[in-house]
Structures are given as structure tokens and as C-alpha cells.
């Protein structure tokens, strides 16, 4: 597989981005055709490893229901070259979509269309276990499900697929399509078992055109935030009595611990500690005043004020978007129509409309959630705080 040269890929729109990179919508001049680009984002060699994983395992399933790659991309910029997966698009998006745009309508998306899907991702998964080692794909989902232009599936997103000799070390998944025994503490070797145990949930949601546990999102949220306050006040009460101890300690003790060094002096490291704490807390507050404090207390004005920042921003929008159907802010209709809008700056865009029509509630709701997702874009956005209200001295 040659990869195409910078310049081949033109008429570039983004559909989406996650922790892996940025995904667009573009055109190659050499295959003569749309395709989708997963672009890696930042230059690690983690990711590399990982994108050229999910490489090979996409090009070990070559199968009829499985989306195919038909190339890699590699651009320099600068003094760094961008690495990229070249792969089929598909036009008519993903499982996902296709019941968000029609939930209202449990008619319009036919049983013998449900069984056909169902079907053919069982083939699809019955020719990954058959290979020699088993392919595991370890995240199947309505998501990951894709429909080509008669609506047949292709099998998508192998970024988390592994052999099924692997361990796979991390919990890296969707939690509502993964078996129990896979959330257990250390590693786990996944086998055949753990993509059958998602294809039972996948063949209800189908079915039943719903997403499974609902409410689980709801409760991620609630214990996320727990336990991030919980960890920042172990953090911050760490920092205060190892800055009180180094205060205590004169040089000559440090000296005495290490006559070879050049000990930094004890008042020194206990300013380094406080400056270290300071910087810490001036993430999460301004001015002993909490981020969420600032800007929540007009939101509809904050996003107004903020409205062209945000979208150039082009924060990632998915999970957002699933959260606020999820809180009730908006239904699977309004989000079918977000996301039918164009690429994600138009969907922030439209998104932020919506929302503000719904008034001060709903702006706060949304706020919340870009605080929780993207904390660094939001204090970026409060840390001018030279608006009326959300000016603090």
C-alpha cells in the first residue's frame, strides 16, 4: 500500500475528533473518490503505534461488511510529518444516526431492515473470530456500525481491536456494550466472549431502536466529579505539609543527606511548593471565584459574548451533543438535525442557537458539560473575565 503524497487530498471537511486525532470528509485525486481521513493528533509514539495497529487490523479483515483502508497519508509540517488513515466514507453515516434521525418513527426504519443490519454484522464478527489469531474488536457499537449507499454495514473503528492473544491493559471501550468481567481491577486478555456479549446489547438497542442504561451517563458524571474533588483536596493537603515541612528543614540537614549536591535552600523549595500549589488551584479558580462561578451566573450572556470563540475553538461536539439528549435538553430529533447541519463548526453553531433560545437554564446546563469536557477551552474563555458580570476583582 503506497500512501498518497501531500496535495492528493483536497475539498477537506471535518466530521469529528476523539483522543486518537481529527476525522474529515475529503477528496483524492489519485483514488478518484470521497474518503474519510483519520488523522493522527500530536506526534507520540503511542499513537503512532496505535494508528498503524488499527491499520493492520483493518487490512487483516478484509471483508464484504467491513470498511475498508485504502491507503495511508503522510504530510510534513514543519520540521514533524502528520500521519493518516485513507477510508472508505460513507454517506449515509452510522447506525447511530440513522435511528436519532427517525426515533419518532418506529415504522420508518423497517424489521426487515433491523434483521438484515443485525445479520451482517454477525457476519462481519463471525469472519474477525475465524481468522488465525482471532480479531477482537472490542468496542462494537450503532456508532461503529456504518451504512454504505443500499444500506448495507461496514464495520468500523478498529482502534481498540487486539489479537486474541493481547492483553488488553486498559478499560478503554464503551461501558454500556462491555462485559461485566472486563471492568474487573488488572489486566484482561478479551477473547470472542467479550464482542458476543456486545452484539446481545447491539441486537437490543436495534431492536428496541433505544440506547442501553440510559441513566449510566448520568451516573459517570455524578462519580467523575466526586472523585475529581475528592482527589484535589488529597492533592492540595499533600502540597501544604510538604510545603510546611521543607520550611522546617534548614540547609545543613539537607546538606547532610546529600554532601554531594547542591541542595536547593529550604525557603526556596518551600516557595517553589507554594507557587506549585497556587498555579494548581488558579486551574480550577480566579481569585478564590470558580471558573463555573464566573461564567454561570448569566450563561445565555457568557455564550453570546463567546459565541465565534467557541466555534473556531471547535471543541469536540459528540459527546456533548449525547449528553444533553440524555439530561433532556434536547431530544433525538433536535440532535439528528445538529448533526445533519455540516461539520462541526456548523453544529456548535447550531447547537448554541438552540440553546439559547431555550434560555438561561439550558446555557448553564451546556456550559456545565464544555466545563467538565474541555475545562482548559472554558478557562481560556472566563480568564479575560472583563465582561459586566463575570469581572471579578
Known amino acids: 500500500m503506497e500512501p498518497l503524497q501531500a496535495g492528493d487530498l483536497g475539498m477537506m471537511d471535518e466530521l469529528g475528533w476523539g483522543?486518537?486525532?481529527?476525522?474529515?470528509?475529503?477528496?483524492?485525486?489519485?483514488?478518484?473518490?470521497?474518503?474519510?481521513?483519520?488523522?493522527?493528533?500530536?506526534?507520540?509514539s503511542e499513537k503512532f503505534k496505535n494508528l498503524m495497529n488499527e491499520k493492520d487490523m483493518m487490512l487483516k479483515a478484509n471483508d464484504t461488511y467491513v470498511l475498508r483502508v485504502l491507503a495511508t497519508y503522510e504530510k510534513k509540517v514543519e520540521n514533524s510529518v502528520e500521519y493518516g488513515l485513507v477510508m472508505e466514507y460513507m454517506h449515509h453515516g452510522s447506525l447511530h444516526l440513522l435511528f436519532n434521525i427517525f426515533n419518532n418513527n418506529e415504522d420508518f426504519v423497517p424489521w426487515a431492515l433491523r434483521f438484515q443490519i443485525l445479520h451482517q454484522v454477525?457476519?462481519?464478527?463471525?469472519?474477525?473470530?475465524?481468522?488465525?489469531?482471532?480479531?477482537?474488536?472490542?468496542?462494537?457499537?450503532?456508532?461503529?456500525?456504518?451504512?454504505?449507499?443500499?444500506?448495507?454495514v461496514r464495520l468500523t473503528d478498529f482502534g481498540l481491536a487486539t489479537l486474541?492473544?493481547?492483553?488488553?491493559?486498559?478499560?478503554?471501550?464503551?461501558?454500556?456494550?462491555?462485559?461485566p468481567e472486563a471492568l474487573e481491577p488488572g489486566d484482561y486478555k478479551p477473547t470472542k466472549e467479550f464482542d458476543v456479549y456486545s452484539f446481545g446489547i447491539l441486537t437490543w438497542s436495534v431492536l428496541s431502536g433505544r440506547e442501553p442504561y440510559p441513566e449510566c451517563a448520568n451516573w459517570l458524571e455524578k462519580m467523575n466529579k466526586q472523585y475529581a474533588e475528592d482527589i484535589l483536596d488529597v492533592v492540595f493537603d499533600v502540597l501544604k505539609k510538604l510545603k510546611d515541612y521543607f520550611s522546617k528543614v534548614s540547609n545543613k540537614d539537607f546538606?547532610?543527606?546529600?554532601?554531594?549536591?547542591?541542595?536547593?535552600?529550604?525557603?526556596?523549595?518551600?516557595s517553589r511548593i507554594e507557587q506549585f500549589i497556587?498555579?494548581?488551584?488558579?486551574?480550577?479558580?480566579?481569585?478564590?471565584?470558580?471558573?463555573?462561578?464566573?461564567?454561570?451566573?448569566?450563561?445565555?450572556?457568557?455564550?453570546?459574548?463567546?459565541?465565534?470563540?467557541i466555534i473556531k475553538a471547535k471543541p469536540e461536539w459528540n459527546y456533548i451533543l449525547d449528553e444533553l439528549v440524555s439530561q433532556s435538553i434536547f431530544t433525538d430529533e433536535q440532535v439528528a438535525h445538529v448533526r445533519s447541519?455540516?461539520?462541526?463548526?456548523?453544529?456548535?453553531?447550531?447547537?448554541?442557537r438552540m440553546i439559547m433560545k431555550q434560555g438561561n437554564e439550558s446555557c448553564?446546563?451546556?456550559?456545565?458539560?464544555?466545563?467538565?469536557?474541555h475545562p482548559s477551552l472554558m478557562?481560556?474563555?472566563a480568564v479575560p473575565a472583563n465582561v459586566g458580570p463575570f469581572h471579578r476583582h
Do not use: W
Open 164 to 179: 486474541e492473544t493481547s492483553v488488553l491493559s486498559s478499560k478503554a471501550g464503551t461501558l454500556s456494550y462491555m462485559p
Open 278 to 309: 497556587n498555579n494548581s488551584r488558579r486551574d480550577t479558580t480566579m481569585d478564590g471565584v470558580t471558573v463555573e462561578t464566573i461564567v454561570f451566573e448569566d450563561a445565555e450572556r457568557f455564550l453570546r459574548i463567546h459565541f465565534a470563540a
Open 122 to 152: 454477525a457476519l462481519a464478527m463471525t469472519f474477525l473470530h475465524s481468522l488465525t489469531p482471532p480479531i477482537i474488536h472490542c468496542d462494537l457499537k450503532p456508532q461503529n456500525v456504518l451504512l454504505d449507499p443500499f444500506l448495507n
Open 341 to 352: 447541519s455540516g461539520v462541526v463548526q456548523e453544529q456548535i453553531r447550531e447547537t448554541l
Open 379 to 381: 478557562r481560556a474563555l
Open 364 to 373: 448553564r446546563t451546556l456550559l456545565q458539560l464544555m466545563n467538565r469536557h
Open 255 to 270: 546538606e547532610m543527606d546529600s554532601p554531594k549536591q547542591n541542595p536547593m535552600p529550604a525557603d526556596i523549595k518551600a
Open 19 to 44: 483522543g486518537f486525532g481529527t476525522v474529515y470528509k475529503g477528496r483524492s485525486k489519485k483514488l478518484g473518490r470521497d474518503v474519510a481521513i483519520k488523522f493522527l493528533r500530536g506526534q507520540s
